[in-house]
């Protein structure tokens, strides 16, 4: 019985116990921390951790050494704001794990957890970690509540064994892809939530603010055996409760200055209440005061259009204007396409973001708030050996990550859509022989 506990435990071991000690060395490193910008760095990887971070470093004897002369290396980016791991294909007729309909478990919504939806087999994922980005916080993009329910924040090594391998359809054993559940809890405060709530913001604000004073007030344990008639269920209180302690930051989504205003409000009124806004497509009109409000804002830098009437104010200097006002800000876009977040974040650069907060924006200012800012977004000691080497700039499109780790672990750069690539590229040399058939990409 002992050796098979013993067994058991080797076998639910996580992939950092095998991680391979490494040094990066000779490159531009963007530590993301007081550190700043080293020029010739060396970047120690050893046990899944960073070891240290280093100018004209020495390595110590153990390591296997990766020459980044000429390269630039970044903490592993993340994706603020997405449904990774939620969603395959949105328009699918069958069950699609980005959105939700009425439940009798909840009321409001609030007790929603999307990490026991999360498929670490998405394609989405190894997709996306080929542009960098290594963690993301993944929810729900559709609810029929009024609030979106508990995000999560998963990392993107993905599960699988080797394709090449006899055991390809097996999964590795102890790995799990959440790096931290109830990471986050998201609401519309616009004309969506809006629309959930009687079809006025006349009736959002008066709920919101109810909703929060009931958690507030109902006892710790709420015992099945005594009735309940509260507009959250059971479950929901729990779950506000972590919001109100502050413990679970408040994702609240506004474009329209007016709503992002009654955000800073309602703020005022649930001081413990950790808000961060989302979308703020408008945000730059009131960018003083969601910076004395202290609320940081995910955005999607690439509005310059109005989508609607709550985005007339839109404009590509949105995060550029926010910063300057002393307002933090990342990179989120609420979908599964966030592989797109540093092309995004290299356009606001482009209107004015300085180069560093752009990088800021899709490392430790997410990690920040997320509450992750000691396990990734940065290269530090101690922190997750989440890095990524690239050909030149991050920010240029012109520009690869040519080597990613995520917990220490190389990354195979492969996806479903460079074996397609693949495929198509030797099309021509194949048809002859076997016109009619075709490989199968996993």
């Known amino acids: 019985m002992k ?8 076998l639910t071991m996580t992939s950092y116990a095998h991680a391979e000690n490494i040094a990066i060395v000779g490159g531009e490193v963007h530590t993301m921390t007081s550190q700043g910008v080293i020029e010739n760095g060396t970047v120690l990887l050893s046990d899944g951790l960073i070891d240290s971070v280093l100018a004209n470093g020495d390595v110590p004897d153990g390591y296997r050494v990766i020459d980044a002369s000429g390269k630039v290396i970044t903490p592993g980016f993340i994706g603020a704001l997405t449904s990774l791991g939620l969603v395959e294909v949105s328009s699918s007729s069958g069950v699609v794990d980005a959105s939700i309909e009425i439940t009798p478990i909840s009321k409001t919504g ?21 542009e960098g980005i290594t963690s993301a916080a993944t929810t729900l993009n559709r609810s029929d509540y009024l609030f979106g329910g508990q995000g999560a924040v998963i990392n993107l090594e993905g599960h699988r064994i080797d394709g090449n391998s006899a055991n390809a359809s097996e999964f590795k054993s102890g790995q799990t892809p959440v790096l931290k559940s109830g990471a986050f809890m998201t609401v519309d405060a616009g004309s969506d939530g809006a629309e959930l709530s009687g079809g006025s913001r006349a009736s ?23 009735s309940w008639y509260g507009i959250n269920s059971r479950l929901d209180v729990a779950a506000l409760k972590r919001v109100v302690a502050g413990d679970m930051p408040l994702f609240m989504r506004a474009d329209r200055a007016a709503d992002i205003r009654q955000v800073i409000a309602f703020k005022d009124r649930h001081s413990s209440i950790n808000v961060v806004l989302v979308h703020g497509v408008e945000a730059w009109r009131v960018a003083k005061e969601l910076a004395g409000a202290n609320i940081p ?7 310059n259009l109005p989508g609607g009437f709550d985005q007339m104010g839109a404009t590509l200097t949105n995060a550029a204007r926010l910063h300057e006002a002393g307002v933090e800000i990342a990179i989120g876009m609420d979908t599964h396409n966030i592989r797109l977040a540093a092309q ?25 708030i997320l509450g992750l800012e000691k396990e990734v977004g940065s290269l530090r000691q101690g922190a997750r050996a989440d890095v990524v080497i690239w050909s030149g700039d991050p920010l240029e499109v012109t520009e690869a990550a ?3 780790f995520i917990g220490g672990k190389a990354i195979k750069m492969e996806s479903r859509q460079t074996k397609l690539r693949d495929r198509y590229m030797s099309l021509q040399q194949k048809k002859h022989t076997n016109p009619s058939q075709y490989e199968r990409v996993e």
């Open 3 to 10: 050796k098979l506990i013993v067994l058991l435990a080797a």
């Open 110 to 130: 609030a007790a929603l957890d999307v990490q026991y939806a999360i498929n670490p087999d998405s394609s989405l994922i190894a997709i996306t970690r080929l």
């Open 204 to 226: 959002l604000w008066v709920m919101l603010d109810k909703v929060f004073e009931e958690a507030k007030q109902a006892s710790d344990n709420l015992s099945p055996e005594k």
């Open 297 to 303: 804002v995910i955005i999607d830098p690439e509005y």
């Open 344 to 368: 995004h974040a290299g356009n606001a650069v482009a209107n004015g973001l300085p180069h560093e907060t752009g990088l800021a924006s899709l490392t430790s200012v997410p990690a920040k």
């Open 402 to 404: 040519e080597s990613i």
